[in-house]
Structure formats: C-alpha cells, structure tokens
C-alpha cells in the first residue's frame, strides 16, 4: 500500500458493527474518532457525521489522502453504506480508497511474541464472527481459516480446542469467554474505525473491495 504525503490525513470508516464509528488519522496516530451511536452508520447520518468530524479539526477532504473502510464482517446493510460511501467520497476528493478486513486488522493488535491469535466481533443478533491467526516472525499475517460465524451461546465450545496465545475481541463480546481458553485476552476498545485506520497502513492486510458477508445458517433452518 501507498502510503498518504505527510502532509495529508487518513479517514476511516467502521460502519457494520456496533453502531459503527469514524476515526481520523495522521502519521500513525489517532487524532479524533466516534462512536456507539447508531446514527454513526446510518446512510443519511454517515456524510454529515463526516463532516463534523473534519470540521472539529479544521480539516478538509481536500486533506485527506486515503480513506480506509472497512469491508466487514458485519451488518450487511452497515458494510454497504460504509464502502458506498467511502468509494463515492473517495471519487470525488481524487485519494486513495484502502479496504480493510476488520478481523485481520484487529489481529495487528496482538503484542510482540503472539505467534498464534484469534480475532472476534459481534455481528447481527446475538451472533460473533471470528478468524484465526498465525503471526510470523515479521509480524506478517497469515489467516488459518475464513472468516467463521456462530451464536454467542456456541462460541466458546467453537473455540475451546485451538491452541492460541491471544484472542482479540471488540469490548461488546467480552464476557462470551470465561475458560474456553488459556490465552491472553485484548479488547479492540470500541472504535473499530480506529483499528482499520492503522492497519490500512499495513502491507499484510489484503486490499480486495470484496464485501465479506456472513449468515448464520442455524438461524434460517438452512433456508438459505
């Protein structure tokens, strides 16, 4: 990936999961983000919301040399409207757009020495999404499974048998793991936003504006 000029600051959507949330980013750094509400991924709240993070900073679009977004798992209407979104701002203004799949990006999360880590995300109804992990001596990733969803009452038995150092979860799911596992647990926090702005950054997270959209077939009877 491209890196943005120092001169100009990196934009990042997060909008399919919790409410969704907006950071804004310069060399590395977080400078402002929001969060929790659910106005923060509705399509006619998203553009406004922007522009009041920009204007809270005196920024600009013209600023903004790369928007990040996340590609999910998630909402499927939230991915939607975030990579709409992104793609259209993007368009406009003549910067980068980066795509950023939110598992991989939380799995940048795990600390120095994490050789093996599992991410996990709350997505629809009472469902978790979740990946698994081995981490090089580079700090390359490198994705054991696809991404996988299950019920919340059903993820701990889906997990107990992996050998993990680490298990990353968003702060939402954070009481689902009581002694399904030895690792070391990290929370996201709630700004996912935050976390795709830095892994966007990152040359092991693949760019592919490809939607990852899943659906808990239990839930359907296998409908569909």
């Given at each position: ?70 590609v999910g ?47 996990a995300v ?95 077939k239990g ?6």
């Amino acid at each position: 990936m491209t890196l943005p000029s120092e001169s100009s600051y990196i934009l990042a959507l997060e909008t399919a999961i919790a409410g969704g949330s907006i950071s804004l980013l310069r060399n590395g750094v977080v400078i402002d983000s929001m969060f929790g509400n659910a106005s923060v991924s509705r399509a006619e709240e998203l553009l406004p919301n922007i522009s009041s993070i920009l204007s809270n900073n005196a920024i600009s679009l013209e600023q903004i040399g790369r928007i990040a977004v996340s590609v999910g798992p998630g909402s499927y209407t939230g991915i939607r409207i975030g990579m709409a979104s992104a793609m259209g701002l993007s368009t406009a203004i003549g910067c980068n757009c980066v795509s950023v799949p939110v598992l991989h990006a939380m799995a940048l999360l795990a600390k120095t020495g994490c050789s093996s880590c599992m991410t996990a995300v709350p997505v629809g109804k009472g469902d978790v999404a979740y990946q698994l992990f081995n981490i090089a001596e580079d700090q390359r990733l490198i994705p054991v499974n696809v991404p996988e969803i299950v019920a919340n009452n059903e993820f701990e038995d889906a997990i107990s048998g992996f050998d993990l150092d680490c298990v990353v979860l968003h702060d939402q799911i954070s009481e689902l793991l009581t002694e399904a596992t030895q690792a070391e647990i990290i929370l996201s926090g709630n700004s996912l936003a935050n976390v795709v702005g830095l892994a966007s950054q990152n040359d092991s997270i693949p760019d592919d504006l490809s939607p990852i959209y899943l659906l808990n077939k239990g839930r359907n009877k296998g409908l569909f």
